[in-house]
């Protein structure tokens, strides 16, 4: 996701909103090392993860990106930000037992003076306990204050350029649910079938070239399916049991989770009640989803459909998505559930999650939707009742 993505106009509107949120909360500079913010920050885009980063921003000047030596020319090729504002760690440090790059970072921060009130991304995957503890021994626990999801409430609203990514992505997320009902048949083993999946969503369509989606497809059968997140694998797809897979085209970076449920077979009628409970609750969610309505009163749409179904619901029935990395395309912000009294605006974007699951089966329908002042709307096309394939 290069920063020509996006106009200057548009990155210094992200910039100026940080800061206002830093300034807020008394933080003068910021540690940002969740790359999905490093990228909506910057544009910086790189599989670098998996080794500290971050991108530093202060309450005045050009921000700074900060990482590994060999992937410095990647920042230079991916942001606008000037040569001297890549600052790299010495490469003898990657996983050295007695060194850490992180007390690299705080040299830089000596040299600038940026060390009286520092805010980090604390409960974040890509911020680790020793990064903590060196800035803890660098500077002091009086000066480091928790920052984690300033910069992802910032991404809640979306922009009109963002929405167009989104939308991109979603027609890919539809070019994949079209491969699969195409490929989905007795007898298949599941891995061939969501290694068409994949390539169908990598090999994009005219003009929307695929990129990597921050989870891995989910796709558990039968009794499997009575678990959320299992991914695949080598069996066979047989006659009696429901397959939901949960899958999204990615746009650079961006993207629309969409999951849909399949069933080799007639389905027994508590499937086909689950599925007219679950369809009920999208039309009743999409007709709450208006700008003003707080998260819970939206997810309350999804638990009284349920309930009029004779099912419980336990966990939350949705949340933000959009720009996102491995491992999880959600923004971890609001959910959408009983006690986020959160108001949701125009322009948000939630990935809808009304699915069900029982002991012995589940069943996924899901949507990623825009808050409009008419209400949500999706944005993939993909038919939503259970596909059906005779056994």
């Known amino acids: 996701m290069p920063a020509s993505d996006f106009t200057p106009a548009e990155y210094a509107t992200r910039l100026a909103r940080t800061r206002a949120a830093m300034a807020a909360q008394g933080i003068d500079t910021l540690i940002v090392a969740d790359p999905s913010n490093m990228a909506w920050l910057t544009g910086y885009d790189g599989w670098s993860f998996y080794v500290p980063q971050a991108v530093i921003l202060h309450l005045s000047g050009e921000p700074l990106w900060w990482g590994r030596t060999q992937d410095r ?3 230079a090729q991916t942001t606008r930000l000037p040569a001297d504002n890549l600052l790299d760690w010495p490469e003898e ?5 007695d060194h850490h790059p992180y007390e690299s970072l705080a040299d830089h921060l000596r040299a600038r003076g940026w060390t009286r009130a520092i805010g980090v991304e604390m409960d974040n995957y890509y911020y680790s306990a020793r990064s903590h503890q060196v800035l803890l021994d660098a500077f002091g626990a009086d000066r480091i204050t928790d920052a984690t999801g300033l910069v992802n409430w910032q991404r809640a609203v979306k922009s009109p350029a963002e929405l167009d990514m989104m939308r991109k992505a979603g027609q890919l997320t539809a070019h994949m649910h079209t491969t699969l009902r195409a490929g989905f048949h007795p007898g298949r083993p599941k891995h061939e079938l969501v290694a068409e999946v994949q390539a169908a969503g990598v090999s994009g369509l005219p003009g929307i070239a695929g990129d990597y989606a921050a989870i891995a497809p989910i796709a558990p059968s039968g009794t499997e399916a009575s678990a959320s997140h299992i991914t695949w694998n080598d069996r066979h797809l047989v006659a009696g049991e429901a397959t939901y897979f949960e899958i999204s085209g990615c746009y650079h970076r961006y993207h629309c989770p969409v999951s849909r449920t399949l069933y080799l077979g007639d389905p027994p009628a508590d499937i086909r009640r689950a599925e007219e409970a679950i369809l009920t609750a999208i039309t009743d969610t999409f007709a709450a989803a208006r700008p003003g309505a707080t998260c819970e009163e939206v ?3 999804v638990y009284e459909s349920f309930a009029r179904a004779g099912y419980v619901k336990g966990n939350r029935t949705g949340y933000p998505v959009g720009l996102s990395y491995p491992p999880d395309w ?8 009983p006690g986020d009294t959160t108001p949701i605006r125009e322009n948000m974007t939630f990935h809808l999650m009304p699915g069900l699951w029982t002991p012995d089966w589940g069943v996924a329908i899901t949507e990623t939707f825009v808050v409009t002042p008419e209400g949500g709307q999706p944005l ?5 009742e259970i596909f059906v394939l005779p056994a």
């Open 73 to 75: 020319p990647g920042a």
């Open 299 to 301: 997810a309350a749409r």
């Open 330 to 337: 959600g923004e971890r912000t609001m959910s959408l559930r």
């Open 380 to 384: 993939a096309d993909v038919p939503r």
């Open 93 to 97: 440090h990657v996983q050295h037992p």
